[in-house]
């Protein structure tokens, strides 16, 4: 108690001269400014704040994924969430740069298109959390007016972003929900109220407004053209040519991401987002084509917190390239340790680990590298005395002239292994090598002999589920891209009513048209690599006037331009969609029961006429609905798409919609949106994992299992050896190398020289005892040191000269 007492009057007189951190050792950083500007700004006072006070350096992002890099460097998982905000507003901006060209003017997106597609944005996407398209002045044409042929809106912008509604009557669980999305269009201001003008300067945090707008050119070929060749229902062929946001080959590419900035007088958070332009032709109806010209008159963006975004605190260096803001803050001690990112942390300290370097051990009683969370939390006493590695006596060197293992030790090493997992049958084991799989993926199966296997035996085009384990992770994104179209599909079977009556001259939604539809699988395959192909399946007679409708998108090459819509429901037998199994499956699931489904609740404020004025709320409000969330969909197995438009290993998502039955009393299963992936470029994991985990090259790793772990290494594709053999506790890795640890690719190299019969190295491939060398000099006395202790303590405390 005493103690207890001292050190609450020693905080106290402590605490007021320590303002900038815990303990005295840690010294200020750029961490602490970054700190401090956050901190400045609060709700109250960032109307009056200068404007350099609401944005933070640019460099306080970093690693911001590049589409010219995509697909070719490895997006690691700190990184998933910037790319799929990335992804997501390159589709938005396709999506209606296409269908602003394409369709007329009386079947373009209504008020409630634009609306619920925000929405679904953020519905689908939990870390999202806003998502907009802002119109620059007199440029945004609209169906939703009757009599507004040729007029323009002279500011047009539905912005959507999560609310939290712990607070909510319509919540009576009393927590967030994160279902809960406001919309309201900011173009709805009365004329030269220039603070609330969102294209103009005074609005000052608009950055991811003139990063394309206003768009001054007056050239025809500005803007980069895309082609699609749909394929309708009825045989006939239609090519479609235009103008999009740039390609990743252009210079800049399609995204410009925003400096962090202070969201003043709406959601009131630091956040960051993505900008993509939207480009049209402009102006409409004039009669000479030359003045028609494709002009950016919008651009879609999606924002995120700033919090989420992890931050790399180690010293610039090998995949922490400059500008880094918090470069160098890891407080590692950097004679023995170097420092490695970990993700998850978001903006916070101590999202790091301090590793050994080469040619030092972690002490014996240290099991794991020093994690930069709890080094941030020592004392300085505990700073000086811990968090280093030891010196690693006498480093060998990796043998050069290799000779062959002798046959006994040889037989030992692969029957080890033979017993843990099946060799070279794959319908044998539990476990499979992925050798196997791999040889038989790539060397058996290909577009010229798989319609010869799938007439003997289809089966084997199909691959069990828990080879393409891991693909609810790795391929996330591209599953919320399905959810997503699920989720605005939903919204819009489920809320417009083409019948219903507005005041004034207001038009209702008409229901998706066949162009939408297309123009929306599209628009998500253009804009993600990682997707082949994307397909809206209408069950039968779900879609206004057509008994089956379908369209699916796809490319057939990377890096292109020309892209390819078919429509599905012209294909009859096995290739008819209602029959195949992921359709039957969400079908059957979803018949009966649609309880389970997440309801949204939305408030949308619309603007009070068409020159905007003011926001009022709209008719309804607020709006639920209710559709799928991620773990209601489907993944079907890995299969081989035989004479299909692919002919590749692929693993298909499938995300069920759902509407209104025909007397409107219950939801029933419309349809299901898919996207397909390539089974290829799913990482696959051969390190050991819980008993319940369904992966079918679980512990296939071929590390030594008594001196060293197996840690996964991300980005190696379907391939083996995606691990690292770490050494474990105690033990220490004797080689003179810039590494300290065995490479899976090296080992499973080395072993199947083992398999061949030729020479190998794989029996050196293990960590040494740590102090092992030493040990044998000094054994006899460590010997008699601990007799004398144990004998004089009586306690069997293990001593140990190595520490
Ligand atoms: C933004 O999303 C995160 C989840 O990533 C959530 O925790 C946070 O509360 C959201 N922001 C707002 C303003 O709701
Ligand atoms: C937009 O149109 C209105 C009405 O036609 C006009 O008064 C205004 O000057 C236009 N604004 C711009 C930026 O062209
Ligand atoms: C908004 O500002 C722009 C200039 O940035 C101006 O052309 C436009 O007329 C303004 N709109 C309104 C509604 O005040
Ligand atoms: C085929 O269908 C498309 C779209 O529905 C339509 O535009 C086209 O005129 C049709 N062609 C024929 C020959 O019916
Ligand atoms: C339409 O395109 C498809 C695929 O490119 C082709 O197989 C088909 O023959 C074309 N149909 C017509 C009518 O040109
Ligand atoms: C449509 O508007 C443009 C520009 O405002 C004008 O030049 C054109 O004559 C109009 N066309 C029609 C058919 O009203
Ligand atoms: C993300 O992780 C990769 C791989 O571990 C690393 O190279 C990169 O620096 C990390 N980035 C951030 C911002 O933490
Ligand atoms: C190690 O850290 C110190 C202090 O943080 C720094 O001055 C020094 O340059 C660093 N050395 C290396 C090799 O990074
Ligand atoms: C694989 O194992 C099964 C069951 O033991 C056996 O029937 C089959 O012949 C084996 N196949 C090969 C290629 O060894
Ligand atoms: C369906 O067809 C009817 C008659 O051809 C037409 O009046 C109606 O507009 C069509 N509905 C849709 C949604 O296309
Ligand atoms: C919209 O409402 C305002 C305020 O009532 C009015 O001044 C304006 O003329 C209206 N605009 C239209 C197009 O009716």
Request: with cysteine; proline share 6%.
């Amino acid at each position: 108690m005493a103690h207890f007492l001292v050190s609450v009057i020693f905080v106290c007189i402590i605490l007021p001269v320590i303002i900038v951190s815990q303990f005295n050792w840690q010294t200020r950083d750029s961490f602490d400014t970054i700190r401090n500007k956050l901190d400045k700004v609060t709700s109250e006072n960032c109307k009056v704040l200068d404007v350099n006070d609401l944005f933070l350096p640019s460099d306080t992002i970093t690693h911001v994924p590049d589409i010219k890099t995509l697909g070719i460097d490895p997006v690691f998982p700190n990184r998933t969430n910037l790319l799929h905000i990335h992804n997501m507003a390159v589709t938005r901006a396709f999506y209606y740069s296409y269908i602003l060209q394409k369709a007329p003017d009386n079947e373009e997106p209504g008020f409630m298109y634009y609306f619920l597609s925000t929405i679904a944005d953020v519905a689908a996407n939990r870390f999202i959390n806003s998502s907009a398209i802002y119109f620059a002045p007199n440029m945004s044409f609209t169906p939703s007016y009757k009599g507004f042929f040729n007029k323009t809106m002279p500011l047009f912008a539905p912005r959507a972003f999560r609310a939290d509604d712990f607070n909510d009557p319509y919540h009576l669980e009393g927590t967030s929900t994160l279902n809960t999305i406001d919309a309201i269009d900011l173009g709805a201001i009365p004329n030269y109220v220039m603070s609330s003008n969102y294209t103009h300067e005074q609005y000052k945090i608009n950055d991811w407004y003139f990063a394309w707008l206003p768009d001054q050119t007056r050239r025809h070929d500005s803007k980069t053209t895309y082609t699609v060749q749909i394929t309708h229902f009825n045989g006939t062929n239609e090519t479609f040519v235009w103008h999009g946001p740039p390609a990743a080959s252009d210079n800049p590419g399609p995204v410009k991401w925003t400096k962090p900035y202070f969201d003043c007088g709406r959601s009131n958070k630091w956040i960051v987002g993505a900008s993509v332009p939207i480009p049209d032709i402009y102006p409409r109806h004039t009669g000479w084509r030359h003045i028609e010209i494709p002009t950016y008159v919008a651009v879609a963006v999606l924002e995120l917190d700033f919090d989420r975004v992890d931050i790399n605190q180690c010293p610039i260096g090998e995949g922490n390239p400059r500008p880094n803001y918090f470069a160098g803050t890891a407080r590692c001690k950097n004679r023995t340790t170097e420092c490695e990112p970990i993700h998850g942390y978001g903006f916070r300290r101590g999202g790091y680990q301090c590793r050994c370097k080469p040619g030092f051990r972690l002490p014996r009683v240290v099991r794991n590298p020093y994690l930069g969370e709890i080094i941030e939390r020592a004392t300085q006493e505990e700073y000086n005395e811990g968090f280093h590695c030891k010196n690693i006596n006498y480093l060998m060197v990796m043998t050069q002239n290799v000779e062959k293992v002798k046959e006994e030790e040889r037989l030992l090493y692969i029957g080890r292994e033979e017993s843990l997992m099946g060799f070279d049958n794959m319908t044998y084991s539990t476990r499979l090598d992925p050798t196997v799989v791999v040889n038989y993926m790539r060397r058996k199966v290909n577009r010229f002999t798989c319609e010869k296997i799938a007439e003997e035996n289809p089966e084997s085009l199909i691959l069990k589920g828990d080879i393409a384990f891991g693909k609810e992770n790795q391929l996330e994104n591209e599953a919320r891209t399905a959810i997503r179209l699920a989720n605005f599909i939903s919204a819009m079977q489920q809320i417009i009513d083409p019948e219903e009556l507005f005041a004034e001259f207001r038009v209702p939604d008409r229901p998706l048209n066949e162009d939408q539809v297309i123009g929306e699988v599209l628009a998500n395959v253009i804009a993600n690599e990682k997707i082949v192909g994307c397909g809206v399946f209408f069950n039968r007679n779900q879609f206004p006037n057509r008994t089956l409708f379908a369209p699916y998108a796809y490319r057939t090459k990377r890096n292109t331009q020309n892209f390819f819509v078919e429509d599905m429901a012209r294909h009859r037998g096995s290739k008819m969609y209602l029959n195949k199994d992921w359709f039957q499956h969400l079908k059957v699931r979803w018949l009966t029961n649609t309880d389970d489904l997440e309801t949204y609740t939305t408030k949308i404020m619309i603007r009070y006429n068409s020159s905007g004025h003011y926001p009022i709320r709209y008719d309804h409000y607020p709006l639920q609905y209710k559709a799928a969330d991620i773990q209601h969909g489907y993944w079907t197995s890995p299969y081989f798409d035989c004479k299909g438009f692919h002919n590749e290993w692929l693993v298909t998502y499938a995300a069920p919609f759902f509407g209104w039955d025909k007397i409107k009393s219950r939801l029933e299963f419309k349809g299901a949106v898919t996207v397909s992936m390539k089974l290829e470029e799913l990482d696959i994991n051969q390190c050991p994992d819980n008993y319940f985990a369904s992966n079918a090259f679980k512990d296939t790793h071929k590390c030594d299992r008594k001196s060293s772990r197996c840690v996964p290494i991300l980005g190696r594709g379907f391939d083996m050896g995606g691990y690292k053999c770490e050494c474990k506790q105690g033990y220490e890795y004797p080689f003179s190398d810039p590494v300290t640890y065995f490479d899976g690719q090296i080992v499973e190299a080395e072993f199947q020289n083992l398999v061949d019969n030729k020479p190998s190295r794989f029996d050196t491939l293990k960590c040494r005892l740590a102090c092992a060398t030493t040990h044998s000099v000094n054994s006899v006395i460590i010997l008699f040191v601990i007799l004398v202790h144990t004998l004089f303590t009586q306690s069997n405390v293990i001593f140990n000269h190595c520490y």
